[in-house]
């Protein structure tokens, strides 16, 4: 090869002749020659090879063991050197059929032919044209075929696309060179000195790595373009692998950096901590063992421990699972094992401190007392689980804080919005760096106290995920018959949680898991009526927004009118939240006016409250009077407190048509057919003529048509409205009514009243 003559670049070959055995110099083929020149023999020998895709022009060794295949070479050799290099479409195949090899392969001619010492025949061939099978003339002793050579169709002239496409083959094989160290640096030699495009498709396709199926691709496509654009394709495939690669190799080795670094520099810190007299990890274990003996644990935690402390001491303190054993052993020392406060049995004191903190919730405050005077006598129960049922805003959760007060006892709050997972309840196993118990145990390990009063908030509101079901792991929490032995992943010892007095609030019933739910004992607030909210914001909202804007206690104060007109027209709640933000805004307004030393009325009445507010937020409905038989008014509950309302009906000449209006909901709907069904039953002791029920319709409506309405206490109204159309009877004024009736006539309880009972009588 040293006494090759160098071609010119135009030509696309790096040689122009490589030497012969006697020393003649064999010249090679210019892939961009006319093929009308090339002499093609009628029968080509078909040469089939595994693992290899031969493109025109390009120089290619291939090794031949196979009998048949190296008395083709051989042969070929003799005579004019030219054959027919085609791949396999089965590499495993060792003697391949005609049917098992690529009808498209590339005519080649042998350069030169070398017999290796172990018996193998090495070929240098040239890539000449591509050319197509049309038909096979023997298999035997080797594949013989008639071809058709094909044409390349490559423009003579490039468009600026065409131009664009090259240049990218171009630079995206380049940049293959510098990403793949394996590739020795003459091939950048090489690439430089192919100028002829044709010839560069066909050299890049022969080298670039991709599957023999994507390179026989490559050569069947007969369009040129086509051709380029499906080989920038596989370059920029290899050009990810390749940048995938070199990111993992460099994330690895920069792993080991830092494992080398971390040693270094923790030989480093153990050196400087003996030199400044700080605590080696002996003796940190001692002080553990110190600590460990003044704790009021049983048996098996001490086992336990002992246990752990010993096998950390065997560690190597630069391990990673030695600050996972020690903050394990922290742990347990922290926690409050058999750890009491003393409960404060006073009972009067209980009381007045519950009085004193929230009006009204008088089934809460009697669950108390009760829990206290039981605990007084037995001196020893099992905390029930309480579970505060209302609307937002009625206090449920600051509830929870003075029931702690009451008893003495330590407060912790867990927010359960929103949870999903599983291990936020019971902890994850220690078996990863960054494991840590559950809420639970961390929020008895912050109270520091074996017995607080434990608020669950919003435990409606638990949600539910491949994670797990946070729910389910709270059961054994809130069951006061299991979770005397609470076993956390994390702690992986049973902690007694029954003299944890465990309170949880909800807004809704219907997303409590059934089972979670038996554990629980539910009371109800349903909210405050008016003069509750009334006496909630004299003693507690208007004191708190006083101190928060500035104000003094003598600046002002808000009378009974002021409150109404804020609860009644600024408001619709069943909590005080929203009339807190009311007082708030007051205050606001008289903290300014003080500022600017500008005059204020000292006490508010209904008409300041309105000045000091604006235009009323809600206009509710009011009484509408009793001037026509028909109307009556009934008494209703919502979320926001009581409501009238106002039942109508009305009769029309007709066939005894039934028209119900009003969005009635359908319970409402059957109270009226039971109230008209009753009606037409006892028509003769009411002295009503039976017939007028087939000769005049009747028209049922209850106002306000755009709020839905239902309800099992409207049928007592419903039945008095049609009593008084059909008799022409009013009935007494300031008279409202609320209960559900039977077919019978029988009204059936009712409860609720006071919640039900409304400012607008």
């Known amino acids: 090869m ?37 002499k093609v023999p009628e029968l080509l020998p078909i040469l089939p090879v595994r693992n290899t895709v031969l493109f025109p022009g390009v120089v290619l060794p291939i090794t031949v063991g196979r009998e048949k295949s190296i008395k083709l070479v051989k042969k070929a050799y003799k005579g004019d050197k030219t054959i027919g290099v085609v791949t396999q479409q089965m590499p495993a195949e060792d003697e391949p059929n005609p049917e098992n090899i690529y009808k498209i392969g590339t005519l080649a001619r042998i350069l030169k032919l070398l017999v290796l010492p172990d018996g193998n025949t090495t070929i240098i061939i040239q890539g000449i044209s591509r050319f197509k099978i049309t038909e096979i003339v023997q298999s035997e002793p080797y594949i013989v075929a008639k071809t058709d050579l094909l044409k390349e169709n490559f423009p003579s002239k490039l468009n600026k696309e065409t131009k664009v496409l090259f240049q990218s083959i171009r630079e995206n094989a380049l940049k293959i060179l510098k990403l793949n160290p394996e590739i020795p640096r003459e091939a950048q030699f090489a690439l430089d000195n192919i100028e002829a495009n044709d010839f560069l498709i066909h050299f890049l396709g022969s080298n670039v790595n991709a599957e023999v199926t994507d390179k026989q691709k490559l050569l069947e496509t007969n369009d040129a373009i086509e051709r380029a654009k499906l080989l920038l394709e596989f370059l920029l495939k290899d050009i990810q692998l390749l940048e995938l690669k070199r990111e993992i190799q460099s994330k690895a080795h920069s792993d080991i950096d830092q494992q080398q670094r971390d040693y270094f520099l923790r030989q480093q810190m153990k050196v400087l901590q003996e030199e400044l007299g700080q605590e080696s990890s002996d003796k940190q274990i001692e002080a553990l063992r110190a600590r460990g003996k003044k704790k009021k644990w049983n048996e098996t935690v001490l086992k336990v421990f002992e246990k752990e402390l010993e096998k950390t001491q065997r560690m190597n303190n630069m391990s990673p699972e030695f600050p996972i054993a020690m903050n394990y052993l922290e742990y347990l020392l922290d ?47 099992k905390a029930p689980i309480l579970c505060l049922f209302g609307p937002p805003g009625v206090g449920k959760t600051s509830l929870g804080k003075s029931i702690a007060k009451a008893l003495n006892r330590k407060y912790v709050r867990m927010s359960l919005g929103g949870l999903h997972d599983e291990s936020e309840i019971r902890g994850h196993r220690r078996t990863y760096i960054g494991s840590m118990p559950g809420k639970i145990v961390q929020h008895i390990k912050k109270a520091q106290s074996s017995n607080p009063v434990f608020v669950l908030d919003e435990i409606d509101k638990i949600g539910n995920d491949f994670r797990g079901d946070p729910s389910s792991a709270l059961l054994e929490v809130l069951d006061p018959e299991q979770n005397n032995e609470f076993l956390d992943n994390y702690i992986d010892i049973n902690f007694d949680l029954s003299k944890v007095m465990f309170i949880a609030t909800a807004n809704s019933l219907d997303t409590i898991q059934p089972a979670l739910r038996d554990r629980m004992e539910i009371i109800d607030l349903s909210g405050y009526t008016t003069e509750e909210k009334m006496e909630i914001g004299k003693k507690h909202l208007l004191p708190k927004q006083k101190t928060e804007n500035g104000l003094a206690e003598k600046d002002f104060s808000i009378a009974d009118k002021g409150y109404l007109k804020l609860i009644q027209s600024y408001t619709r709640e069943s909590g005080v939240r929203q009339l807190e933000r009311q007082i708030g805004k007051v205050c606001r307004k008289i903290a300014k006016a003080k500022a600017f030393d500008e005059p204020f009325d000292k006490l508010i009445q209904d008409t300041e409250v309105v000045k000091l507010l604006g235009m009323e937020l809600y206009d509710n409905d009011t009484y509408q009077g009793n001037e026509l038989a028909g109307i009556v008014t009934g008494l209703a509950w919502t979320q926001v407190g009581g409501e009238i309302l106002t039942i109508e009906t009305s009769l029309s000449r007709g066939k005894g048509k039934l028209t119900i209006s009003g969005q009635l909901g359908d319970v409402m709907k059957e109270s009226a057919i039971a109230a008209l069904s009753y009606l037409k039953a006892n028509s003769d002791e009411l002295g009503i003529d039976y017939r007028v029920f087939d000769h005049y319709d009747l028209h049922i409506h209850v106002p306000a048509g755009a709020v839905p309405k239902d309800g099992p206490s409207a049928g007592i109204t419903m039945l008095t409205s049609l009593a008084s159309v059909f008799t022409q009877r009013k009935i007494k004024a300031k008279i409202a009514m609320t209960g559900e009736i039977t077919l019978r006539g029988k009204v059936l309880p009712v409860g609720g009243i006071s919640r039900k009972k409304s400012w607008y009588f």
């Open 2 to 38: 040293n006494n090759a003559k160098e071609n010119k670049l135009n030509k696309g070959l790096i040689v122009s002749a490589i030497p012969h055995d006697d020393g003649e110099m064999i010249p090679l083929l210019d892939p961009s020659s006319d093929l009308s020149k090339i």
């Open 335 to 381: 926690l409050p094992w058999n750890e009491y406060t003393k409960d404060n049995f006073d009972l009067k004191r209980a009381k007045k401190i519950l009085d004193a903190e929230h009006a009204g919730l008088d089934k809460v405050k009697d669950r108390i007392i009760e829990y206290l005077a039981v605990l007084k006598l037995k001196n020893d129960m």
